[in-house]
């Protein structure tokens, strides 16, 4: 789905990114793990559009995606959540969801006054769209509570959702179990296997929580000083001397 090759990032002289190489399967969930400071959110944020290489090439399913920024992406099918929530606060958990597809003839000025009938069928579209959503991740009864007033778990459960109104195909999510209780983080875990099992979501996980990583990821690649140190199956990793050093502080 996503193959990363020599992808370099400099800040100030000093190398975030350094030479990072791995691809990420289609219908995966690919676990990307390391120390603070490993390079992990510089490469996500140049895999997603937000930031472009020094060098290197991303590419998407073969296309080359290098340098194309966010929102066009989007219009591809790839996302990328962050670690804290960016929701609109003073609108509506449907009204989040409603607003995401892309293309929506109200957008505009003209087509709004003089398409009206086109418009609220997008509209009924959108709203029964997402309130398949709100079903599928059993959010329903806060369907019209304002998204400032969710708890941090059921702001990452309507991050989840926000990608669904979409055609997204890969999906990087960043530290998604952050702040979640225990309890929203099994069920977020379950969302995520489900989009992946029933709607063929690719995903690219950046998480801390290795309970999480070892519950969904497979492969999962652990990166270091803005390289790629190991990858492979989380059971294995383990051992890897490299790897405790790095990572575990051994």
Known sequence: MIAVQDIVKTFGGVAAVNGCTFSIQEGSITGLIGPNGAGKTTLFNIMAGFLSPDSGRVSLQGEDIT?????????????RTFQIPHEFDRMTVLENL????????????LPSLFRWGKVCRQEQENRQKAEEVLDFLQIAHLTHELAGNL??????LL???????TEARMVLLDEPGAGVNRTLLGKLSEDIRRLNTDLGYTFCIIEHDMDLIMELCHPVVVMAQGRVLAQGAMEDLKGNKEVQEAYLGV
């Open 159 to 165: 991050e989840l959702g926000r990608t669904m109104m």
């Open 98 to 109: 409603m607003v995401v597809p892309p293309q929506q003839t109200g957008e505009k000025v």
């Open 151 to 156: 708890s941090g778990g059921q702001k990452k």
């Open 67 to 79: 340098g194309v920024p966010a929102y066009k992406l989007f219009h591809k099918g790839l996302l």
